[in-house]
C-alpha cells in the first residue's frame, strides 16, 4: 500500500513557475515508476510525466517537453514536478501516481497506475 500526498499548487500568472511534490508513505516507493497526470474541467485526466524507478529515465508528453521537469529523491520518497513557462492551458489538477509497471516509456494511461494522490490545484492566469 502506498498512500501519495501532492502540495504545491496555486495561482501563477502565465510565464510563471510552480514546483509540485509528491510525498509517498511505505518503504517501497523506489520500487515504482511514479508520474504526473493532470485533469481540467470536462476533460479527462492526462499524462503529463513519469519517471523511473532509479529516476535515470523519463518520459514526457509533447505539450510540456522542454517547460516541466519530473525528478524523484528515493530517500525522501518524493517525486517533484517543476513546472516553467507556464500557460493557461495548463490549469488543471495535477496528480501523481505509482505504477508497478516494467517501462516508463510504455506507462502513460491511467489505468496502468495503481495509487493515487488526491491532487492539487494549478491555476494559471492570463
Known amino acids: 500500500q502506498v498512500q501519495l500526498v501532492e502540495s504545491g499548487g496555486g495561482l501563477v500568472q502565465a510565464g510563471g513557475s510552480l514546483r509540485l511534490s509528491c510525498a509517498a508513505s511505505?518503504?517501497?516507493?523506489?520500487?515504482?515508476?511514479m508520474g504526473w497526470f493532470h485533469q481540467a474541467p470536462g476533460k479527462e485526466r492526462e499524462f503529463v510525466v513519469a519517471?523511473?524507478?532509479?529516476?535515470?529515465?523519463?518520459n514526457y508528453a509533447d505539450s510540456v517537453k522542454g517547460r516541466f521537469t519530473i525528478s524523484r529523491d528515493n530517500a525522501k520518497n518524493t517525486v517533484y514536478l517543476q513546472m516553467n513557462s507556464l500557460k493557461p492551458e495548463d490549469t488543471a489538477v495535477y496528480y501523481c501516481a505509482a505504477s508497478a509497471s516494467d517501462i516508463t516509456y510504455y506507462t502513460t494511461r491511467p489505468s496502468q497506475y495503481t495509487y493515487w494522490g488526491h491532487g492539487t490545484q494549478v491555476t494559471v492566469s492570463s
Open positions: 519517471i523511473s524507478r532509479s529516476g535515470g529515465s523519463t
Open positions: 511505505g518503504r517501497t516507493f523506489s520500487t515504482y515508476i
